[in-house]
């Protein structure tokens, strides 16, 4: 509050986007089939309604199935980025960014730019958050090109448009890859294991799971959960 010296920066602190809408970094290898459980706003037994039944039960189900079966390998056609890495990539920016002196305004603005937004890796990150959550909003009159469980996170270039609009509309936020300082101590701790996935979470000191605890729905016969207090 020193009027003689500069307010500090804190542009990395101050996000724009829908804070009820994103993608935890644990769960966007998992095609989010939930998401096609819905109707399509005419009624349920409309044109729209049926076309998305159509394709839940359809080749949905069916790429699912052989991911499931091994006949489909998901992962190996997802983005190679790991998301923990990145996250911790992201962690150590912004902790030596805090290290730079507090007149430093413009050092600081400059070096997350540069480190953070500038970031290749980390944005090809946000662009399968996106993906994973533009799939519950996909639009009706694109149904046709809707991203499926083998290439939902390698889209087409007509793909990526409407996932753009798409983006734009809803102005999803990853709340661990926006604030990586504030998740670093509660972060999903994930492994692969034969029977799926093994997550790690945790609750609130009265016993109330988290939000990340709750969702998401799509991958409950896949997931194992184990408690921790915090």
């Known amino acids: 509050m020193d ?67 091994g006949q489909l390998a998901t992962q190996d056609t997802a983005s190679q980025t790991d998301p923990m890495q990145v996250h911790q990539e992201a962690l150590k920016v912004l902790r030596k960014m805090h290290r730079m002196p507090v007149h430093q305004s413009e050092e600081r603005a400059k070096y997350y730019q540069e480190k953070i937004l500038a970031n290749p890796v980390i944005a090809d990150l946000k662009r399968t958050l996106d993906t994973w959550c533009a799939i519950w909003f996909w639009p009706l009159a694109k149904l046709s090109i809707a991203p499926m469980p083998k290439d939902f996170l390698h889209l087409s270039a007509e793909q990526q448009s409407t996932l753009q609009s798409v983006v734009r509309q809803y102005r999803f936020f990853h709340w661990e890859l926006e604030f990586p300082d504030v998740f670093s101590g509660c972060l999903f701790r994930h492994t692969r294991s034969p029977a799926g996935l093994t997550i790690s979470c945790t609750r609130f000191s009265d016993g109330t799971p988290t939000e990340m605890e709750k969702g998401p729905p799509q991958g409950a016969g896949l997931l194992q959960f184990q408690e921790e207090e915090r």
């Open 3 to 69: 009027r003689d010296l500069p307010f500090e920066f804190l542009g990395h602190k101050i996000k724009c986007g829908n804070s009820q809408v994103g993608c935890w970094l644990a769960n966007f290898h998992h095609y989010p089939a939930m998401a096609w459980q819905r109707e399509g706003g005419d009624g349920s037994k409309g044109p729209w309604t049926n076309q998305i039944k159509t394709l839940r039960t359809g080749e949905v189900t069916r790429q699912l199935v052989d991911t499931i079966t």
